[in-house]
């Protein structure tokens, strides 16, 4: 579970190199959630059919999250198992409540 | 700055400092304990009551506000300021001696839990001197609950808030504890059952309070600043609470009885001297139904008017649970099963436990049969149900580890006799209580009503009720007489009395403030009695001697959450006079003045040095 | 490891949040909070949508809600959660002065979020009459966006905090997690508000 805490100096040219990298990533995906922004925005300004366009605007709203987790949070680099573990149980529960609330509370 | 705890006789003054500035896992397990024990006596006190107001028809024992007074907080206080905390105080004694580390993860929040869980029980129970408690059932549902007139309701909204925030720290705090302060060694298919247990009732206390967090906020919305959230005249809808407070409110009871299932698995095994039966079909069990836990929370609800549909699949989801819950009861007689069994007191506790957990579980099945729990709803065959869970589960549960863990925890052991006295009272009142109010629901007595009439057929079952919640009383009294000679007569044990097979009983008993001079090196499964069978008298050492890095005391938690206590004051009374909003905003400087100081000022803890440590030894 | 080398450590390692075990437990522990986070807004959520109808004759969401405010408050709060992330890629490579000009960004960015949070809030009191008491909509719509509300402003107290006591003394392994949580916490209160502005504001006037 440590992590080494002195590296070599190649080691650390190395990361340094590969966190440049995904720095530039960082801001392709920045790009993307903007786009997504934009798009979910302008579909809703057009007026298009409700049926279409809420399905749409949760997925892209999904998918705008799924990016915030993995890039910008780190989920995706290693040491993150337990973290995402217990994140995703808050999402199952969360996801229960919101059903129940939504689909069982009605009048 | 190395500071060794000198054993020579203390001020009150100093003792008193030491334990409101405590960040020492043990020190807060015994603070638990003494609070939640207090707080267990006087709801206690409030059933006793109850049952006296039923033990003939048409009692004038209390008035009927009362009596909604007496029931709301009975069931508040027990489960909230009563098993909960105790249950934390096991969890705390023994859940880092278990997995072999010196402390929590976070000291410091850990202490906060406390403070806060104490002066939010304070909080309910200032009701009662500012004209009524809480009187709208420990559900609290609305519109009764906000329509219910004076400060009782507040008082429990504010006092829940603030236990509640208190014990989210405590869950994340052992999830952490257990994910990265494992000894070498320590795998997660190695860890004891008791702290397996300790890690789902934490996961679920992640996921299930804020639910119950958001819900008390809603309610104090509409009782203190006008919101509408529960009240049809503006649109808002009450079954709202209900399914919040029930997406909290069944996994609560999982949060108990997991603890407690694993403090038996614990004490079937030492006191059968065999390794627990299907270990990993109890670990797999344990974490099915703490998933299966979060998913039946509207079997509460059945009657509400949710539809066939929810109703048939809430219904099967609960019976589900039936399966996890019978692999642990099989596996736990598996293990007594050729056992050399000792009948201890502990081990009395934990044979008690399984006939009278099995009877809830029984119960529990009919209950969950949606069409039939129209008949059962609001009836005392639903109170018999609860308490044979409840008491039968959890209750047990903390009795029994009262008895088996407090060697570990003082020093000392509770006398065998008294303790078995203690639980032939205690387990024969229980059954004379409960029992028959099964046959009092199904005769048709609703639960809640402070009075019932002449000869329907109710007289003599309340009568042997009440005689048997008296016997329940007379068992908690032997307890705390065998607590008290018990300490005064201070006879010291070894660290390991009960000939233990867990690494808590490898260090001395109560242990040193550092827990392990050197973390053990576990083998496998029950580590302790690994190196028994291979003639070694303690666990083999991981690392050598070394500087060991402790925690820093401090004041702040206790003063955070005195602020969070003030300002609840503030929060409650602003609707009569917006002078109050004074208290508030003094309540909440308290408060966030600590955090900021507590972010400020640099916390590094010390270091006890190895030299110490050795000269220690000598 | 001691005081002296947590406070002063002799070089920074890859990772400087996990650098010690204070630090990994409270990155693991932050992360175990925001999972239980998510189960708090799931409960404003599930609230919100079940009441977003109940306007009790008062302004529904299509008569209040203007989607260029939001559009505006949407951007600043996602570019805030990327010059977070430059901030935390500086933090990493232990260059101090830049990962704080990045978290001023981020503060400023977060300031001016809340001030148009704030405007949007009294325009709605003011021109609407729309308040915490006119419906359970309102009720709703309000403690949802205002839960985040202030979630921003804690963020930005405990961001700028950070930075006011650590402006002298430049990064260590003592502050560099609580660096990191801090901009964990940023971000999750990125994730929310995209949830915000589509299931309250787009869907709202849909």
Known sequence: MAEKVSATTAQIEYEKQKRKEEMKQQVITFALMIIFTIIAFGMVMAEMSKLFVIPVIIVLAAVQVGFQLYYFMHMSHKGHEMPAFMFYGGVFAAFLTILALVVLVWW | ?618 | ?206
């Open chain 2, 1 to 618: 700055m190395s500071t060794m705890v000198a054993t020579k006789k203390r001020s009150f003054g100093s003792v008193l400092w030491d334990y409101l500035t405590t960040v020492d896992h043990k020190k807060i397990a015994i603070l638990y304990l003494v609070a939640g024990g207090l707080f267990f006596i006087l709801g206690g006190l409030e059933a006793l009551a109850i049952r006296w107001q039923l033990v003939k028809p048409m009692n004038d024992f209390v008035s009927a506000g009362f009596y909604n007074e007496l029931i709301t907080m009975h069931g508040t206080t027990m489960i909230f300021l009563a098993a909960m905390p105790l249950i934390f105080a096991f969890m705390n004694a023994v859940v880092p001696l278990q997995i072999g580390a010196r402390d929590v993860a976070f000291p410091f929040l850990n202490s906060l839990g406390f403070w806060l869980f104490l002066f939010g029980g304070i909080m309910l129970n200032v009701g009662w001197f500012t004209g009524g408690a809480a009187d709208a059932g420990w559900t609290a549902y609305a519109p009764l609950s906000t329509t219910s007139p004076g400060e009782g309701v507040d008082y429990y909204v504010l006092g829940l808030q603030i236990s509640g925030a208190g014990t989210l720290m405590g869950g994340i705090n052992f999830l952490v504890t257990i994910v990265n302060m494992r000894a070498p060694g320590m795998t997660y298919m190695r860890m004891p059952l008791f702290t397996w247990s300790a890690f789902v009732a934490s996961a679920l206390i992640l996921f299930a309070f804020p639910a119950l967090t958001v819900g008390l906020f809603l309610m104090m919305f509409d009782r203190l600043f006008g919101s509408g959230f529960f009240d049809p005249n503006m649109g808002g809808n009450a079954v709202i609470w209900q399914h919040l407070f029930w997406i909290f409110g069944h996994p609560e009871v999982y949060i108990l009885a997991l603890p407690a299932f694993g403090i038996f698995s614990e004490i079937f095994s030492t006191f059968s001297k065999k390794r627990l039966f299907g270990y990993s079909a109890m670990v797999f069990a344990t974490v099915l139904i703490g998933f299966l836990g979060f998913m039946v929370w509207a079997h509460h609800m059945f009657t509400v008017g949710m539809g066939p549909a929810a109703n048939s699949i809430f219904a099967v989801a609960t019976m589900a649970i039936a399966v996890p819950t019978g692999i642990k009861i099989f596996n736990w007689l598996f293990t007594l099963w050729g056992g050399s069994i000792q009948l201890t007191t502990p081990m009395l506790w934990a044979l008690g436990f399984i006939p009278t957990f099995t009877m809830g579980g029984m119960t529990g099945v009919m209950v969950a049969a949606a069409s039939a729990d129209y008949q059962y709803h609001d009836s005392y065959f639903v109170v018999a149900h609860f308490h044979y869970v409840i008491v039968g589960g959890v209750v047990f549960g903390l009795f029994a580890a009262a008895h088996y863990w407090w060697p570990k925890m003082f020093g000392t052991v509770l006398s065998d006799k008294l303790g078995k006295l203690t639980f032939w009272l205690f387990f024969v009142g229980f059954h004379l209580t409960f029992f028959i109010q099964h046959f009092l629901g199904l005769m048709g007595m609703p639960r809640r009503y402070w009075v019932y009439l002449e000869d329907q057929g109710l007289d003599l079952g309340n009568a042997i009720s009440t005689a048997g919640a008296f016997l329940m009383g007379l068992g908690t009294i032997v307890l705390l007489y065998n607590i008290v000679v018990t300490q005064v007569k201070g006879e010291k044990v070894s660290g390991d009395p009960w000939d233990g097979r867990t690494l808590e009983w490898s260090i001395p008993s109560p242990p040193p403030f550092y827990n392990f001079k050197q973390l053990p090196l576990v083998r496998g499964l029950d580590p302790l009695w690994i190196e028994k069978t291979e003639g070694r008298k303690g666990m083999t050492p991981a690392e050598p001697v070394n500087d060991i890095h402790m925690p820093n005391s401090t004041i702040l938690p206790f003063v955070m959450s005195v602020g969070l206590f003030i300002a609840g004051f503030g929060f409650i009374y602003q609707k009569d006079n917006l002078a109050w909003l004074w208290v508030l905003f003094i309540g909440m400087g308290i408060t966030l003045g600590s955090m900021l100081i507590r972010s400020l000022k640099d916390d590094l803890g010390f270091h006890i040095h190895k030299k110490d440590l050795e000269k220690e030894a000598e």
């Open chain 3, 1 to 206: 490891m001691s005081e002296h080398d947590v406070l002063n450590p002799k070089e920074m390692p890859l990772n400087p949040e996990k650098g010690t075990l204070e630090g990994r437990n409270k990155f693991v522990g932050f992360w175990f909070f925001l999972g239980g986070e998510t189960v708090l807004f799931a409960s404003l959520f599930g609230t919100y949508l079940a009441l977003n109808d109940s306007v009790n004759g008062g302004k529904t969401s299509e008569e209040l809600f203007g989607l260029e405010l939001v559009f505006i408050m949407t951007m600043i709060l996602l570019t805030s959660s990327l010059t977070s992330v430059y901030a935390m890629y500086h933090m990493k490579n232990n260059a101090f002065k830049k990962m704080q000009i990045w978290l001023g960004i981020t503060v400023v960015l977060g300031f001016s979020f809340l001030g148009l949070e704030i405007y949007e809030f009294t325009h709605y009191i003011h021109e609407y009459e729309f308040t915490l008491r006119s419906s359970a909509f309102g009720s709703a719509f309000y403690t949802l966006v205002g839960f985040h509300g202030g979630h921003v402003l804690f963020g930005l107290l405990w961001i700028v905090s950070l930075m006011i006591r650590n402006a002298k003394r430049g990064l260590n392994l003592y502050n560099a997690p609580k660096f990191y949580i801090a901009s964990l916490y940023w971000h999750f209160i990125d994730v929310v508000w995209v949830f915000i502005f589509t299931v309250v504001y787009l869907m709202g006037v849909l």
